[in-house]
Structure formats: C-alpha cells, structure tokens
Nanobody, 115 residues
Framework: QVQLVESGGGLVQAGGSLRLSCAAS????????MGWYRQAPGKQRELVAD???????NYVDSVKGRFTISRGNRRNTVYLQMNSLKPEDIAVYYC?????????WGQGTQVTVSS
C-alpha cells in the first residue's frame, strides 16, 4: 500500500530554519498534488502549502515569504523549506498526497520553535 514517510522536524530557535522531507512509496503512479498540513495543539488541521505535478504552488498567508514547497527529482517526493520560524509555527506537520483520486497522509513530524 501507499506510505508517506516524513523526516526533518525538530526543535529550532525563533528565526531559525528547518527542512521537512516526505517520500511516498508503494505506488508506480505519480502524485497529482502533494502538500503539507499542520495541526497545532487545540486547533484544526490546516493546509500549509501544496504543489501540483506541474509545479503550481499554493501557500497559507501566514507562511508566504518564509516557507517554500518543492518536489524532488525522485518521483513522489516533496520538501518544505521553512525559514524565519516563529513560535506560532509550532505544530505537527503532515505530508499529504493525492494519487489517482485517493488521498494519503504521513504519520506527522513535530516542529517546535523556542522563543
């Protein structure tokens, strides 16, 4: 079955950077869209950024200019470069992929920003 595996979360000081990585396995098909969601304590899960197979990107307003989403050269990989991190970015970040009209989620990776 399709599995998404994330890596790259951790603890960083405010103003610092982290890079999240995600790779999907278990399918020969390319994802139409891949993205990153996050869920902060006590809040609903929200879309952070996504990217289509054609390279079109979409960001939530709060991360524009600070985060960059990209797809890797290897099929079904996606990255999230997070710069100028703020305490309000603290959340569990989930990788997401749409493959043949099915949606898949990673297990999540914690991002913590100390002020």
């Amino acid at each position: 079955q399709v599995q998404l595996v994330e890596s790259g979360g951790g603890l960083v000081q405010a103003g610092g950077s982290l890079r999240l990585s995600c790779a999907a396995s278990g399918t020969i098909f390319s994802a139409n869209t891949m993205g990153w969601y996050r869920q902060a304590p006590g809040k609903q899960r929200e879309l952070v950024a996504d990217i289509t197979s054609g390279g079109s990107t979409n960001y939530v307003d709060s991360v524009k200019g600070r985060f960059t989403i990209s797809r890797g050269n290897r099929r079904n990989t996606v990255y999230l470069q997070m710069n100028s991190l703020k305490p309000e970015d603290i959340a569990v970040y989930y990788c997401w992929a749409s493959i043949l009209r099915n949606e898949y989620w990673g297990q999540g990776t914690q991002v913590t920003v100390s002020s």
